[in-house]
């Protein structure tokens, strides 16, 4: 998996971290509280929100309750 730009203090991020651990999904964690992190989300994907999640070419953002209808197919 791709990195997970997160902020800690995000609910939805730590719904994902939670979730991807529970499943043994690995991940690894970016923090967008740090300025050159949230740079490179902004212009990698367009926004600074938390959390992105990055499978392959795919990107989503929003809550993880709003991304989780779309990577649950993907980690099937």
Do not use: W
Not at 25 to 41: G, K, S
Not at 44 to 62: K, L, W
Not at 67 to 74: A, F, I, K, T, V
Request: aromatic share 10%; glycine share 6%; hydrophobic share 35%.
């Amino acid at each position: 998996m791709q990195p997970l730009p997160h902020s800690r203090s995000v609910k939805g991020c730590i719904n994902a971290t939670h979730e991807f651990n529970r499943k043994g999904i690995e991940f690894e964690e970016r923090n967008l509280t740090i300025p050159a992190v949230a740079d490179e989300a902004k212009a990698r994907y367009g926004v600074r929100v938390a959390p992105i999640t990055v499978v392959g070419e795919q990107f989503f953002y929003g809550t993880f309750e709003q991304q989780r209808p779309e990577l649950e197919p993907l980690f099937a």
